[in-house]
């Protein structure tokens, strides 16, 4: 179950596809991974390029840590924890499964041989079969929120829309200036207006950038290896 949950977590930030899932022995008890990103060590900010502040703030500014290299690096760099470890023969499989989709399929059909297996050999006891039953649909139940979560992290926002969205961001840059130096009496307070107007449109377009897959965009995304641990917990409790 950990690991079924490690991988459809690991699967949602859209590394490159030869990039193999990372996945690492959880301990229990340890600390939450942290959230935010400038509070991980110096040693895995420096796995993915991130030691130096100065080519931090740099690689920010020119849009570099959005590139799927860097985000896979960063990815690579903060491993999924799975309760009892992960064998040398669960990893050479996943790697040949081709796609996040068959990777998370492969967890499932292991869970659910297992059960089948565990219940033919009469470890569940007299349990009545509605019951076993019932495991089978909580597996149906978490592949249909999976896919519903695949849905915001494969499929993209419609393209024309981006790019008119675009496009009048760059339109309100050059045009409003012009606007603002005609039609108010002082050119300072123009500038102001100006500032503050162009900030207000071209804030709301990154905010919709960031929005767009919650899964993969850092500083902003959502914590997935906190939620991992927290559920390795759950398990463990």
């Known amino acids: 179950v950990s690991l079924l949950s490690a991988v459809a977590l690991s699967t949602l930030r ?8 990372p996945v690492v022995p959880y301990v229990p008890g340890m600390p939450w991974p942290p959230v935010d990103p400038d509070y ?5 900010k420096a796995e993915y ?9 740099l690689y920010f500014c020119l849009g570099l840590s959005r590139s799927q290299k860097h985000r896979t690096l960063y990815n690579a760099a903060r491993p999924f924890g799975v309760l009892g470890g992960v064998s040398d023969e669960e990893i050479l499989l996943l790697q040949q499964a081709r796609g996040p989709y068959a990777k998370v399929a492969l967890c499932t059909m292991w869970l659910q041989e297992f059960l089948s297996r565990e219940h033919l050999a009469g470890s569940t006891g007299i349990v009545a079969p509605p019951m076993i039953s019932r495991l089978y649909q909580f597996i149906s139940d978490g592949m249909v ?18 790019q008119i969205s675009a496009f009048f961001s760059m339109a309100v840059i050059f045009v ?9 009496g002082r050119f300072w307070f123009s500038c102001v207006l100006n500032f503050l107007t162009v900030l207000c449109f071209l804030g709301l377009y990154e ?29 463990v409790t």
């Not at 849905?151 to 829309?161: E, G, L, Q, T, V």
């Not at 409003?176 to 108010?184: D, H, K, S």
């Open 14 to 21: 859209n590394d490159i596809e030869q990039a193999s899932s």
């Open 40 to 44: 991980l060590s110096r040693d895995i």
């Open 49 to 57: 390029g991130d030691g130096n502040p100065v080519w931090t703030w």
């Open 145 to 162: 929120g999976y896919n519903q979560a695949r849905k915001i992290a494969y499929i993209p926002h419609p393209f024309p829309d981006g």
């Open 176 to 184: 409003f200036p012009f606007l603002y130096g005609c039609f108010v």
């Open 207 to 235: 905010v919709s950038r960031e929005l767009e897959n919650p899964f993969q965009n850092m500083p902003n995304d959502l914590p997935l290896l906190t939620f991992q641990a927290q559920f390795n917990e759950a398990l």
